[in-house]
């Protein structure tokens, strides 16, 4: 109905009057936050695909130099070490918006700020009122030729912000004139259009240009390229990633960033979220999902994917609606039915349209390529179902890819927004084809749904001192200690699930499920007197018997509760002692929990620490400000202390 309205009102409002409806309103934001955009370096990205990944390398270049920067994308909002995806399903959000965000990016002192730039946004005027410093251009193939009117019309509204930026006034920063700078990529046709602008300095990048990527090799596991000299291996996959390092790369350049810092920044990378992420839930085939909305970013992608080893190639997609490139759709279906074994044609954005009219054309398309009804093409309307049936097809070695939406949180239906997300629509269905109880499957899904940016966050950690890396992650006294998520939030989930009749099922789930063999930590990690003194109405102890001995080692609290029926009870539950090897084993895990905040303690077993060679003890880490200080319980202490009496 707000799509409806929406369309109604753009329809019946002579087009000037729109016009200087979005023009004021730009600027009137502008003005409302203090025009932000002037106190930060601002880096405006723009190009039919690659936007977002681009973006999102340049900040964690920048991030790795030492700078703090704010990133607004299709993919994500972030401002600092605060990182969330974007919820608006659209790249550039409303003017208010923005300089909200930008306003926030300065009041966290970052000093850049990227801002993935789109044509549409021109079209409301969404870069009025932004002080581009830096415009980088990807490239240009049709996209948005409905909205635009025709290529010519939607090319130059992508120079409408090269133009934008040649009539800003130079920006001083901390007494420093800031350039203006042009990045554009040299191998792209258009690329000369871009060039002809008149700003301080034009950085070209490619095969061709300034920064030259050379020797380019890529495989299921990413690519390696070489830039003057200096090789980078990152785990992105596909030649359009190699282009957008490049971009990325020369952005950087500008302010004197180095190449090794560049290089140590982008290895790290795992993946943009929604670009070729792949979910992996323990299932005998590969499964990935991508954005890849239109033919250019698909053929890309068929590139890419062309010398992966599989079985099959079973490819789920649909096309957009909200008269947006109907050309498109039949294309896109003959593509899949050109390079797919079997071809799922489903629902993706249909706003205002028919979607099942949109399903039709896209499966005419694959029709078209040889596919035939019912035994390599289907069409399923609801885009969950789809999933199902893509993942339920799938053998041992086979391709399942995913496209159209990549990582976005909504879905765009007739009458407002449906909240979405492929993976984790997709990980919830692998898990129900695995046979784990309906209880597990919540269980997990709940978790991966609270810690999934955090898990896929490619930022180093520090904790007390010494960086963490991804495989640290896992582990929960990490995760809460940086997520702020409540010790309890598992337990409680735990704690209200598990019945005589599943608790063998998710005992076992928890001790073999791979990716939560950190859970046994997390169980227990503060689990207090008051429920062991309500021990009868929590089936916890219970459960926990299911669980193997070697399980048992990380539930500190109990073997260290200081009331030793209670202790007695419980320890019976694990079958484990509270025995020197324990103590010791506590001591060599936990020694920084246990004695972080607390300078009597660590005086006093400074010198027994020191005893034991596992630990490599540096009391200066104990000495900073902690994280983990609400870890001080003194029953802790008298345990270790006896232990520890022994290595005198």
């Known amino acids: 109905m707000l799509n409806q309205i929406k369309s109604i009102v753009r329809t019946i409002t002579p087009e000037f009057v729109l016009k200087i409806y979005h023009f ?80 926030r990016g300065v009041d966290a002192d970052c000093q850049f700020a990227v801002i993935e730039s789109s044509s549409e946004g021109v079209l409301q005027y969404r870069h009025k009122g932004i002080h581009y410093d830096v415009m980088v251009f990807t490239n240009l193939t049709p996209e948005h030729i409905e909205a635009h009117g025709g290529f010519e019309n939607y090319k130059n509204a992508k120079l409408t912000y090269f133009k934008h930026l040649e009539n800003l006034n130079h920006k001083t920063l901390d007494g420093k004139k800031i350039p203006k700078v042009i990045v554009v990529n040299d191998d792209d046709q258009h690329a000369t259009d871009f060039m002809n602008f008149k700003v301080d300095r034009k950085i070209t990048f490619g095969k061709t240009g300034e920064i030259i990527g050379t020797e380019l090799y890529g495989t299921e596991e990413g690519i390696k390229f070489k830039v003057r000299g200096t090789e980078f291996n990152l785990k992105l996959k596909g030649e359009f990633n190699f282009y957008n390092a490049l971009a990325a790369i020369a952005a950087i350049s500008a302010f004197d960033v180095g190449l090794l810092v560049a290089k140590k920044a982008l290895e790290k990378i795992e993946n943009i979220p929604g670009r070729m992420e792949l979910i992996n839930e323990g299932q005998n085939f590969k499964v990935m999902v991508d954005y890849a909305p239109e033919p250019e970013s698909l053929r890309q992608l068929y590139k890419t994917i062309s010398t992966w080893k599989y079985s099959r190639l079973i490819h789920l997609l649909g096309s957009t609606g909200g008269g947006r490139d109907k050309r498109r759709r039949q294309i896109l279906g003959k593509m899949a039915g050109e390079k797919a074994d079997i071809v799922i044609v489903t629902n993706e954005d249909p706003y205002d349209d028919d979607p099942q009219q949109i399903i039709d054309q896209v499966g005419a398309g694959a029709g078209s390529a040889g596919k035939v009804t019912g035994q390599n093409l289907f069409q399923e309307l609801d885009r969950r179902k789809a999933i199902a049936k893509a993942l339920a097809m799938a053998k041992e070695n086979d391709l399942v890819l995913i496209t159209g939406k990549g990582s976005e949180q909504k879905m765009a239906v007739k009458n407002g927004y449906i909240d979405w997300d492929d993976r984790v629509v997709a990980r919830e269905e692998l898990i129900k084809t695995q046979g784990i109880s309906s209880t597990i499957a919540e269980f997990v899904v709940e978790f991966q749904n609270k810690f999934s940016n955090f898990l896929n966050s490619e930022r180093l950690l520090k904790i007390n001192g010494r960086e963490a890396d991804r495989i640290k992650l896992k582990y929960f006294e990490v995760c809460k200690a940086e997520t702020e998520l409540s010790d309890w939030d598992l337990h409680c989930w735990l704690k209200d699930s598990v019945t005589a009749e599943n608790i063998r099922d998710m005992a076992n789930f928890i001790h073999t499920y791979e ?26 102890v219970q459960f926990m018997a299911f669980l193997p001995n070697e399980t048992s080692a990380p539930f500190i609290d109990i073997h260290l509760e200081p009331e030793p029926e209670k202790r007695s009870t419980i320890s019976g539950a694990f079958k484990k002692p509270l025995d020197d090897e324990f103590i010791k084993w506590l001591l060599i895990t936990y020694w920084r929990k246990l004695l972080i905040g607390d300078k009597n303690k660590i005086e006093a077993l400074t010198p027994y620490l020191k005893k034991i060679p596992e630990i490599n003890f540096d009391s200066a880490q104990l000495t900073s400000a902690s994280i983990l200080s609400k870890f001080r319980d003194n029953h802790y202490y008298q345990p270790i202390v006896n232990f520890l009496g022994k290595k005198k």
């Open 515 to 540: 990716k939560f063999s950190c859970v046994g930590h997390m169980l227990t990690l503060k689990y207090n007197s008051e429920i062991f003194h309500n021990i009868d109405r929590v089936p916890y």
């Open 24 to 103: 004021s309103l730009a600027h009137l934001a502008s003005i409302i936050y203090g025009q932000p955009s002037t106190k930060l370096i601002v880096i405006g990205v723009t190009g039919t695909n690659g936007k977002s990944t681009t973006a999102n390398l340049i900040a964690k270049i920048l991030d790795q130099a030492g700078y703090k920067t704010a990133v607004s994308s299709t993919v994500n909002f972030k401002i600092g070490d605060e990182d969330v995806l974007n919820q608006f399903k659209m790249t550039m959000p409303g003017r208010f918006f923005l300089q909200k965000f930008l306003k």
